[in-house]
């Protein structure tokens, strides 16, 4: 497996997919790297074209979010570091990223994150399905509880019945 086969790992696009603002997005910082390219340069791409990239495809952190978010992945302190709050693209901005960058890298980048995507929006559908028949399970059973006590009722009665002394019937 090369090195390259290695950073298309799913696992490693899964790792890098945030929740921010309700929303699935990755870091520029994160798919600069996974593109092999400055976070630098694929934000100048992006600058130059920025009316691809609206509010809803993309969307610059505040300091409160990046502080936090810094604190999450554990980053090195600012020395050295950005000198901006970084971007983040949600899924269509990810895609839109495809009609910026034509590498071949980027492509195959692009096709895995999506990829990703899908199956994150497939788990969450069966999540969503097992969550329903549950609900549904539950207000099946939510009668029977009442039944069932109902039946412990009359076999405790039938249970001191049978305890009674019985007159005897038959031949002294």
Known sequence: MTQTDLELNDEVIYDRIRIIRNQKVMLDSDL???YQVDTKRLNEQVKRNME???NDFMFQLTEVEWIHL???IATSSEWGGRRTLPYVFTEHGVLMLSS???SKRAIAVNIQIMR???K???MINQNTDL???MNEIEQLLSGHEVKISHIFQYLEQFNDRTNEERTKVGYK
Do not use: G, M, N, T
Request: glycine share 0%; hydrophobic share 45%.
């Open 32 to 34: 600069a790297a996974l």
């Open 52 to 54: 691809r990239f609206p």
């Open 70 to 72: 810094r604190s999450q």
């Open 100 to 102: 910026v960058l034509s």
């Open 116 to 118: 990703v995507y899908v």
């Open 120 to 122: 994150l929006k497939e």
């Open 131 to 133: 969550h329903d028949k």
